[in-house]
């Protein structure tokens, strides 16, 4: 199992010291797409976290905020939010976050379905303490198969199995990486 399952990770909230470099070492050690989530950050420091990592990194990163990079680097795409809901003019690689079950079937505005949707917390959060999971995985796979949805929230890497099972087509991880 696992061979197209997705294997993604989240920055944290804060910058933190040797980013960059953690960054690519995730990728190189098996995390395929890299989402930058940085809420609140201002574009230029947003801008130099993107520019201390090797260009050729460039089309495994997606970004939830600063839409306007997605034009200077050739980035994987934007991950669209509630802070972020509209994705820029012409961004063809979309994805989203979502925290219900009815958010899934949900179009975006343009009435397009992202290529893949995070849906969180599937597990008590890692990062987050108090974040506590509002699913059951043993009852999602009929709620969730064809939606291409990628599990998020208390993910660890001995999970994949599972979620994969669940219907998930991956799993997207922060706290595990960066604790």
């Known amino acids: ?21 953690r960054m690519v070492a995730l990728l190189d050690s098996g995390i395929g797409i890299m989402h930058i989530r940085k809420p ?34 050739r980035l994987a795409g934007v991950h669209v939010n509630s802070r972020n809901p509209l ?48 699913f059951d995985i043993d009852t999602l796979r009929p709620l969730i198969i064809g939606k291409n949805v990628v599990a998020l929230g208390g993910i660890t890497p001995d999970m994949f199995d599972v979620l994969e099972e669940a219907g998930f087509i991956g799993a997207a991880m922060l706290g595990s990486l960066w604790t």
């Open 87 to 134: 994705p820029p003019d012409g961004c063809t690689s979309i994805t989203r976050s979502c925290h219900s079950l009815q958010e899934l079937s949900a179009p975006l505005p343009d009435g397009r379905m992202p290529e893949y949707q995070t849906l969180s917390p599937i597990f008590d959060s890692i990062s987050k303490p108090g974040y506590s999971s509002r």
């Open 1 to 21: 199992m696992n061979h197209g399952f997705l294997r993604i990770g989240f920055t944290l909230p804060d910058f933190v010291e040797g980013e960059a470099d």
């Open 40 to 73: 609140g950050a201002a574009l230029a420091s947003f801008r130099a976290l993107i520019q201390a990592i090797p260009e050729r990194y460039h089309p495994r990163l997606r970004i939830h905020d600063h839409f306007e990079l997605i034009e200077e680097f």
